[in-house]
């Protein structure tokens, strides 16, 4: 848990779109990106798209 925060702490410094998408992969791989997430997931979801979305 501890390293997955810091992997999406990075990505969002760096602003490292590769990485945003491939972060964005994997949580719909294990079923952390869509409907039954927590509030707090939800929040990195909404950071992670604002960084995929800026030109």
Do not use: M
């Amino acid at each position: 848990q501890r390293s997955k925060d810091v992997l999406y702490q990075q990505v969002l410094e760096q602003r490292n779109k590769q990485a945003a998408l491939a972060l964005q992969a994997y949580w719909q791989r294990i079923g952390e990106w869509g409907k039954g997430i927590s509030k707090k997931q939800k929040q990195k979801i909404d950071k992670l798209q604002q960084l995929l979305n800026d030109e």
